[in-house]
């Protein structure tokens, strides 16, 4: 059971991995969706002080996590560029970390408007899925991407944040840096951060690159998709602002 609970990628043995969308991958998404509530429970409940040590928790969680995955393939020789945290949830990791620190309305609409689907995205079509569900690498992967979901959740539903449209240059403006910065570190390092040279398998991307290739037109298109995504994001808060309004302007 824990043959390869500390193997890492390249040396995972073909056909043994957990598999996306199979009875072990249904049942770590209800696993990671009871924790996402009981953090967001809990969150609601607690006092600002309480709430404050939550925050700085869950960014020690997930950057102890993710450093000690660092520090163990680096002592064993297996530490490689794509590891770095250049995928857009390794910048949410970065966000969350800022957040603990000093919460911001920037970091904040970037978790709503970046992270919290993508990390939504990941758990559903987990490229860790070539892993053995007994291997470190991928339980971490699960829960990190699980804190990822919860951090933001937590602020919406105890009302700390409520997004806002006219916010979004905050994340479009994180968007224009960072998509060259990583574009370049692709080509410099051979990686595929953002996943902007080949599409994550089994993911929605894959059938957008075969469809749309791997150059600037692919970039466009899932640009293009963003921007819908958040006209769904951000629609409902608008409607429940406005309606708000009208009863307070009633009353």
Not at 194 to 200: D, H
Request: proline letters at 6%.
């Amino acid at each position: 059971m824990f043959k390869y609970y500390f193997t890492y990628e390249p040396s995972i043995p073909t056909g043994i991995g957990f598999g996306q969308f199979s009875l072990t991958h249904g049942t770590m998404l209800l696993l990671m969706a009871g924790l996402i509530y009981y953090i967001v429970r809990y969150y609601t409940a607690a006092t600002d002080s309480r709430r404050r040590h939550m925050r700085w928790g869950i960014a020690i969680a997930i950057w102890t996590m993710e450093l000690f995955k660092d520090f163990y393939l680096a002592v064993t020789g297996q530490w490689e560029p794509s590891l770095l945290p250049l995928h857009l949830c390794g910048f949410g990791l970065m966000m969350i970390a800022v957040d603990a620190i000093h919460p911001n309305k920037t970091t904040r609409e970037i978790l709503y408007s970046l992270t919290i689907w993508g990390a939504f995205a990941a758990e559903i079509f987990p490229d860790w899925a070539y892993y053995p569900i007994m291997n470190q690498w991928a339980l971490q992967s699960f829960l990190i991407h699980a804190l990822l979901i919860a951090y933001p959740m937590m602020l919406m539903v105890s009302g700390e944040m409520v997004p806002n449209w006219r916010e979004l240059w905050h994340p479009v403006l994180f968007l224009a840096v960072v998509v060259p910065f990583v574009i370049w570190v692709n080509g410099q390092l051979g990686t595929n951060f953002f996943f902007l040279n080949v599409a994550a398998p089994g993911s929605p991307l894959e059938p957008l690159q075969q469809a749309f290739g791997h150059g600037g037109l692919y970039i466009t298109v899932v640009l293009s998709l963003l921007a819908l995504l958040w006209v769904i994001m951000y629609t409902p808060w608008e409607i429940a602002k406005r309606r708000k309004a009208a009863v307070a302007v009633t009353v």
